[in-house]
């Protein structure tokens, strides 16, 4: 069984920092392509980031304007997604999804549940 857990949400201001995790279990997140991504209200799900295998490519939606990191601990097999200067306009849940290895960010195989990032005033 696969699983995905995220975390590391929550309520903070404009330009605040959020580090969100995402705990994978069942598989090894170094074989699997893993994304980030997020849905704000009334608006569609957004691709934010992702690790593409088997080449390790890494892509950056450009609204995140080089804010975001996403990297991977494989000892803790966890993704993370670090976030700097969030803006009113991140506020959405993140979701964090796998596929097995391939060059694209889509089609995902699995999701969380997803955390709420609420950049607020």
């Known amino acids: 069984q696969m699983q995905l857990v995220e975390s590391g949400g929550g309520l903070v201001q404009p330009g605040d920092s959020l580090r969100l995790s995402c705990a994978a279990a069942g598989f090894t997140v170094n074989s699997y392509t893993m994304g980030w991504f997020r849905q704000a209200p009334g608006k569609e799900r957004e691709r934010v980031a992702c690790?593409?295998?088997?080449?390790?490519?890494?892509y950056y939606a450009s609204s995140v304007n080089g804010r975001f990191t996403v990297s991977i601990d494989n000892a803790k097999n966890t993704m993370y997604l670090q976030l700097n200067s969030l803006q009113l306009e991140d506020t959405a849940v993140y979701y964090c999804?796998?596929?097995?290895?391939?060059?694209?960010?889509?089609?995902?195989?699995?999701w969380g549940n997803g955390t709420l990032v609420n950049v607020s005033l």
């Open positions: 690790i593409s295998k088997p080449y390790r490519a890494t």
């Open positions: 999804a796998a596929r097995r290895a391939n060059p694209f960010c889509d089609d995902m195989e699995s």
